[in-house]
């Protein structure tokens, strides 16, 4: 069912076409208060004052109810809505003959002259008498009454003014004059008249015309006209060309190139164009060199433009001289804006500059300028700036969606190779090369172009080292050099703005405002604000970033020295951060984990720079240490693999001194997080052998060597640790927790859970810390797991929630993998499938190597209850055979010894094991 209501004269309501009846004025008031909201709510107060003027009756309330429901009786019930407080009409703009009648007037702002007038006589056609007619002695109404009467003078006006313009002036010179002498007092109207009769070679008439009008204002109000009445009446006796609608107009887009090659993606971004255009008068795509600002506009053109193209213009004074050749002039006219603005006239027409960077104040004062002057010109603007034009929109354009991406690179590379393959593998290594180039589509079809000389493979192994390989041998431009895009935008900088900008092309994965301070000196905010308004930062925030084409020129800008500090002030930042990780971490402050994530790349840059042969100091081998040693402790409950890996290699030849000591910590953790239990055992001994009592980070090597002696199967080692660490009075309170807990686990492990209940009571004035972590709930789980695995559930489930509010991943985790054995052993198989395949594949994620041994365990124990008793024992075996598998306690010995093949299969690794664990669960 189609509704419309009509506004523009009587009030209507219209069903499939047809005029619906309303029994009443009540029901019309109803209806045109809803309509003329605009999709917005009446409050129910607003809409009883426009039915009684103010004195409602006792029942008013109840009335309304009635008048609501007998509309919706014609309406359908979910055209009026019931919203809190009040009623909505839910209809299309288009639906009511005012919304509809707006929509064609904006769209007529972007047309030529004859279209615009054809859609404004569409616009026009839909008054059917006064607007409101029945309803608008109500007081209520007397706004809109005179808004609507005034658009229907305006649209008119507007009409016959863009019927004068596309040069039929003659056949609306009898409505002109009607207009006119209906309303004696609207200067517009006079105007129009006097343009008309000019136009029509009745000159001497439009001179009268405006003599009687200044004669009519003057005796009847004593007052003159506007300037503009003078103005038209100098410019007729002058007999200027630009009143009259050109014979032969200006050519059009003549410097508009169209390109052969396929256009991929942005529709989006298209639509905005469009739209923004229709409803603007200036637009400016503003984007990074590259991103393919020009190639957008040139999808978005009609061919009906004025194309300006700016890129080799170089001075000032090019601009005007430019614009002036796009209008068919020979030279800049004198006059500069002014005189443009008279070629231009009151014609609709678009102005579009395209590469206005280099060039912005002169640009700026002339678009300024033009729209000023010009009520129907709309300007598009590409550039790497806003123009910062009053009413400017700006539209920031990025790099393609990854999807896109592929799709143009495998485009431009089979163009060039006829034998290009289409396949998955061919998609894959595309997307690998497209994100190494940001995907910008620039460097994108540079890498295309290079495709067909390295392959895929070794096109992709170049661009990991470097973007050298898309740069030409010779020469080239920023239309063809990736390097010289990026070039250009940093010579239009501040010098101030280039060092900020080189300096923070050693920053990894982005950064935020507190990174600032070290890498310059004084107030760096607006310099930010520059490298961002000039496209070379990318502007998220809180975090900024830098794409890897614009890293790649920065890092070589700064040569050894200078990369050599950039990267110090980087290490600074981080040391810093680290810091604050770690006093955010020893309070479980929720903010750590996710801290760390962001700037993970940031920190594994520092961690390697400071690692690094040219690193010889003791201030830079102690940083490091430092850095390595705080990241291992805070990242120790939330591992990453590659930072796991980073860490494992800053183990010491030997402990002696401070920094020894704080490497033997990180490696001795980083070899833990990776299952080889006895290095992780010997360094954090070393480490802790040599660490006073009062030492800033002893809980922290006493926490992990406590977590890696679990795994190793040594309870005693791990009771003595957790009595010092209940004792320490630098440990933090969960750490101490966490300590007294694992010592419990241990005795659950070992199959005497009683003995860990009673370590847990021994001790329960230190596990208050619900709040800050799972591993208590997480402990008293494991202890009742074998004899209530029921209440266990519960204990886990309160522990992965605890742990994911304060985002601490491996407790998670570890809950995750405990809660799996506990719906094995409940037999409810189903869940434990799924509980299986995520806990698995979460721990794999992590790179927490003993919890991945142990679910492959229990998948063994889940198939042979399922029937597979040949995989289960292949699983069993596979974590036989691999010395980092954690060691087998308690119950589980006899669990596991049921499940061995009496023939036990070699192990195939723990990558190979993982698969068949998956195969088998996805088949169960």
């Keep these: 069912m189609r509704i419309r209501v009509g506004v523009l004269g009587p009030v209507e309501l219209c069903r499939d076409g047809e005029v619906v009846p309303l029994a009443g004025v009540p029901q019309r008031i109803v209806l045109a208060r809803l309509a003329l909201a605009g999709g917005r709510a009446v409050p129910v107060g607003d809409l009883i004052a426009a039915l009684w003027d103010g004195e409602p009756p006792e029942n008013a309330l109840g009335n309304l109810h009635t008048y609501v429901s007998r509309l919706r009786r014609h309406t359908g019930g979910d055209v009026i809505r019931r919203e ?10 288009d639906a009511v003959d005012a919304g509809r009648v707006e929509r064609l007037a904006v769209q007529a702002r972007g047309q030529e002259p004859g279209t615009a007038a054809a859609t404004l006589a569409e616009a026009l056609e839909l008054w059917r008498g006064d607007p409101l007619a029945d309803v608008a002695d109500r007081l209520v109404f007397a706004p809109d009454v005179a808004r609507l009467a005034e658009l229907r003078r305006h649209l008119r006006e507007e009409w016959l003014d863009l019927r004068i313009a596309s040069g039929t002036a003659a056949g609306a010179l009898p409505e002109i004059e009607a207009l006119a002498a209906a309303e004696p007092l609207r200067e517009r109207a006079h105007l129009l008249l006097m343009r008309a009769l000019h136009i029509t070679g009745r000159t001497p008439e439009a001179l009268a015309v405006a003599r009687a009008y200044r004669d009519r204002l003057a005796d009847g109000h004593g007052v003159d006209p506007s300037p503009a009445m003078a103005g038209l009446q100098r410019r007729i006796l002058a007999d200027e060309p630009a009143l009259r609608p050109p ?8 410097a508009l190139r169209w390109r052969a090659d396929r256009f991929f993606g942005r529709e989006e971004e298209l639509a905005t164009v469009r739209a923004a255009i229709a409803a603007g008068r200036v637009t400016t795509l503003v984007g990074p060199g590259g991103v393919g600002k020009t190639r957008l506009m040139s999808e978005v053109l009609t061919g009906d433009e004025l194309v300006v193209e700016l890129a080799e213009r170089s001075v000032p004074a090019d601009v005007a001289a430019a614009v002036a050749g796009a209008l068919g002039l020979r030279t800049a006219p004198h006059g500069g804006a002014a005189a443009l603005a008279e070629r231009l006239g009151a014609t609709p027409a678009t102005l579009v500059l395209d590469n206005c960077e280099h060039l912005l104040e002169p640009v700026r004062v002339l678009v300024g300028e033009l729209v000023a002057r010009c009520p129907q010109l709309r300007v598009l603007a590409t550039s790497r700036q ?3 034009v009053a009413g400017e929109r700006v539209l920031r354009l ?11 690179f495998c485009d431009r590379a089979a163009l060039l190779r006829a034998d290009f393959p289409d396949d998955s593998r061919t998609r894959e290594l595309a997307a690998e090369i497209c994100g190494l180039v940001d995907g910008l589509p620039l460097a994108v079809e540079l890498a295309a172009r290079r495709e067909s000389v390295f392959g895929l493979a070794h096109l992709r192994d170049r661009l990991g080292a470097g973007l050298n390989v898309l740069d030409p041998a010779r020469g080239g431009d920023r239309a063809t050099a990736v390097s010289a895009t ?23 994965g982005g950064f935020t405002l507190d990174a600032l301070p070290h890498f310059a000196g004084g107030d760096a905010e607006p310099l930010l604000a520059e490298l961002v308004d000039a496209s070379l930062v990318v502007a998220d925030p809180p975090r900024y970033r830098l794409l890897e084409t614009v890293r790649h020129v920065g890092l070589g800008h700064l040569g050894p020295d200078g990369e050599r500090r950039a990267r110090d002030a980087h290490a600074r930042w981080m040391l810093t951060l680290a810091t604050r990780m770690l006093d955010r971490c020893r309070e479980r402050d929720p903010w750590t984990y996710p801290a760390m994530r962001r700037e993970l790349a940031n920190l594994q840059e520092a961690l390697a720079w400071l690692s690094g042969d040219e690193r010889e100091g003791d201030d830079d081998r102690e940083d490091g240490a430092r850095l390595a040693a705080m990241l291992s402790v805070v990242g120790a409950d939330s591992p990453d693999p590659g930072l796991t890996e980073q860490l494992a290699r800053w183990a010491p030849e030997r402990v002696e001194t401070e920094a020894e000591v704080l490497r033997a910590v990180a490696a001795g953790t980083g070899e833990w997080l990776r299952g080889h239990l006895p290095e992780a055992d010997r360094l954090l001994s070393a480490a802790l052998d040599r660490m006073p009592d009062d030492h800033w980070l002893r809980w922290g090597a006493l926490l992990i060597r406590i977590s890696n002696g679990m795994f190793a199967g040594r309870p005693d080692q791990v009771r003595a640790d957790a009595e010092r660490m209940a004792t320490d009075p630098g440990a933090p309170a969960w750490a101490r927790a966490t300590g007294i807990c694992c010592s419990a686990l241990m005795d659950a492990y070992g199959g005497d859970p009683a003995a860990g209940r009673r370590w847990l009571e021994r001790y329960e004035h230190l596990l208050d810390t619900g709040h800050l972590d799972g591993f208590v709930p997480f402990t008293r789980g494991e202890l009742l797991a074998g004899s209530d695995p029921e209440r266990a559930l519960a204990w886990y489930d309160r522990s992965i929630a605890a742990s994911d509010r304060v985002n601490l991943t491996y407790t998670g985790h570890l809950a995750r993998v405990a809660r799996a054995a506990a719906l094995i052993r409940l037999g409810r ?15 794999r994620s992590a790179n927490m190597t003993a919890q991945v041994w142990t679910m492959i ?15 289960a024992a292949a699983l069993v075996a596979a974590a036989d055979a691999d010395p980092m598998a954690p060691a087998v306690m308690g119950p589980d010995r006899e669990r596991l010894a049921a499940l061995r093949a009496a023939t036990p299969s070699p192990g195939c690794g723990i990558a190979a094991t993982v698969e068949l664990a998956l195969r088998r669960l996805a088949e169960a």
């Design 486 to 508: 990026v070039e250009w935008s940093y010579r239009l900088l501040d010098p101030s703005a280039q060092r900020l900008l080189d300096n923070l092309a050693v920053c990894r």
């Design 398 to 408: 990025g790099p393609l969606p990854a999807e896109d991406q592929v799709a143009l």
């Design 247 to 254: 014979e032969n107009p200006p050519k059009r887009g003549t």
């Design 386 to 388: 806003r123009l910062d």
């Design 829 to 843: 198989r189903t869940e434990a499938v799924a509980a299986c395949r995520s806990a698995l594949a979460a721990v």
């Design 857 to 871: 365990r229990l998948i063994a124990e889940l198939l042979a209850a399922l029937g597979d008793r040949e995989s």
């Design 84 to 93: 809190p407080g009040g009623y909505r009409l839910d209809l299309p703009a």
